[in-house]
């Protein structure tokens, strides 16, 4: 009789895996030491394209430029929540996309994309697509622009395709003497009859496009007749004396295609911003491609400061996402100038809390500086002053006033607009990321005395027992990098749960003010509960359909 091995029970394995872990020794300065050196590479990775993100929130004007294939918003809107946070996240002031596969005069006029794209702000969108002929709403091709917020104050006028096939849209943006034109491109091309239905080869672009100029005499193939039109257009542009800003989808080279060469024409002379800016030639636009066939083109008087091209997968389609950086005193002309906005007043007259700590602070000041005997001394002696003088007194008096006012204003309230709702879990880890940015810049640039960042350094270290913080000499550069990655990390996991942390905080204080007796703070804490409840609920219903703000001020006439 032979032996057969017996298979273990779920019990035995169980039994087995626990008795290896108790008598296996854990070295925990191991393991922290190998998280660092994790999180160390980690920061090295990302590094590259941090610093790109945050160059390109500066005060530029930002050109996010994709390929959507397809935006299929019926059923579902998961595309355009997505390109509203990428426009969002790069601060873009211009939208452009091709091959929106949208044929819009059949959408409802809610799903429009002036009401899609960025609701509340203010915006100017133009749309190509086949006018001819719809044979359904997803209409293959197509192309879109959209300009927004302080860009979208200075579009003269914007067109499309004057055949009505959606090859391409424009719009005109100038400050003064000196105009843009921004231009969306979509060049179709030939698919495989092989990999294709009848029913779906007559709604390729190519073909439609084909079918339309074979109607009106014309024979050629359908993208050197887009070839010929477009170089045309931009020639007559070009002889105007206008700046020029193309971005295409090609489907073909970007470099030595059928576009690039009606480009490179003495007439047009556009050249590649990538290549450009980065000094070396754009990698496959495509996911499943080889070839860059999705390129930024710019005549010579417009350059790019920055480019950033993404990896697949990061954008809606297949293709890559651009963004491309361009100063507007270059893009719009010497007359635009950038105005710094005002920050907003802590003093809120709603609040009793607020209204009372701002008299009381005003009143001791005043008290303290005996700015109302001095207003009654200079009134005894008036008459015996001259006018000048009595207004000078006078006007330094009130200056006093005012700077008792500001001081009072800056300190009836702390003001806490963050981007979370507030929470002390969220305070716990934007304290531990100012110090760490602290840290870093005195790693960086050391401080003549430091000793103010030891003392933070101890007293959060003794506020938050469970993470030990290190005084700064004790971290390498590299791991203050780390430590910052890593806390932005864990915010970024805490964002979707930060309004109930908030919503759970109030209500705790709540319910120790009402086991305290404290009647009126309970009440106030219960209108703040409400207050943040409704906030949330109206705030995208008022930023769509309550009356637009006044445009911002550029400049003024004199």
């Not at 103010?452 to 270290?461: G, H, I, K």
Request: aromatic share 8%; charged share 30%.
């Amino acid at each position: 009789m032979t032996n057969r091995r017996r298979i273990p029970t779920i019990e035995e394995l169980r039994d087995a895996a626990y008795s290896e872990q108790k008598s296996s020794k854990v070295d925990k300065s191991a393991v922290r030491r190998e998280k660092y050196k994790l999180a160390i590479e980690m920061v090295a990775a990302r590094q590259e394209i941090r610093s790109v993100t945050n160059t390109i929130k500066q005060q530029w004007s930002e050109g996010a430029v994709s390929s959507c294939q397809s935006l299929s918003f019926w059923n579902s809107q998961h595309k355009i929540h997505h390109l509203n946070k990428l426009l969002r996240q790069f601060d873009a002031d211009c939208a452009l996309g091709a091959e929106l596969q949208v044929q819009w005069d059949m959408s409802d006029t809610n799903l429009r994309l002036e009401k899609l794209l960025m609701p509340g702000q203010q915006k100017r969108v133009a749309v190509g697509y086949n006018k001819h002929k719809a044979f359904n709403r997803s209409q293959h091709g197509g192309v879109s622009l959209a300009t927004f917020d302080r860009l979208s104050q200075f579009v003269l006028e914007s067109g499309s395709d004057p055949r009505g096939l959606g090859r391409w849209v424009w719009m005109k943006v100038s400050s003064g003497s000196l105009i843009t034109i921004i231009v969306v491109a979509y060049l179709p091309c030939k698919s495989k009859a092989s990999t294709t239905s009848p029913n779906q080869r007559r709604e390729i672009v190519y073909n439609q496009q084909g079918r339309y100029f074979r109607g009106i005499g014309d024979v050629r193939c359908p993208r050197a007749i887009f070839v010929d039109h477009i170089g045309q257009q931009l020639e007559l542009w070009k002889q105007q004396g206008h700046q020029i800003l193309l971005f295409a989808d090609a489907n073909s080279n970007v470099y030595d295609g059928i576009l690039a060469k009606e480009l490179k024409r003495d007439e047009i002379r556009m050249a590649d911003v990538c290549e450009a800016v980065l000094g070396h030639k754009s990698p496959n636009s495509h996911a499943s491609g080889s070839l860059p066939i999705t390129g930024v083109f710019a005549t010579s008087d417009l350059l790019a400061q920055n480019v950033f091209q993404s990896a697949h997968g990061y954008g809606l389609g297949d293709h890559r996402v651009f963004v491309i950086d361009f100063d507007l005193v270059q893009f719009l002309g010497p007359e635009y100038s950038q105005l710094v906005r005002l920050p907003g007043r802590k003093l809120q007259a709603k609040r009793y809390k607020i209204r009372k700590a701002y008299n009381k602070s005003l009143r001791d000041n005043i008290r303290r500086h005996k700015l109302t005997e001095k207003y009654q001394s200079l009134y005894q002696r008036h008459h015996t002053m001259t006018d000048s003088e009595i207004s000078l007194e006078i006007n330094k008096l009130d200056k006093l006033k005012m700077e008792f006012m500001r001081c009072a204003e800056s300190k009836c309230k702390k003001k806490c607009a963050g981007k979370l709702p507030c929470s002390p879990k969220v305070s716990f880890w934007f304290k531990r990321l100012r110090l760490f940015d602290r840290i870093r810049k005195h790693k960086v640039n050391p401080l003549p005395d430091p000793r103010n960042l030891f003392r933070a350094c101890t007293r959060l270290s003794r506020d938050c027992t469970q993470m030990q913080i290190l005084q700064p000499q004790d971290y390498t550069l590299a791991e203050v990098d780390a430590r910052i990655l890593s806390i932005k990390d864990q915010i970024e996991l805490i964002k979707p749960i930060t309004p109930e942390l908030q919503t759970s905080h109030i209500s705790s204080k709540r319910d120790e003010a009402l086991e305290a007796g404290n009647k009126k703070k309970a009440q106030e804490l219960t209108n703040m509960l409400e207050r943040e409840e409704l906030r949330g609920c109206y705030r995208e219903i008022k930023m769509t359909t309550s009356k637009g703000r006044g445009r911002k001020v550029y400049s003024v006439e004199t």
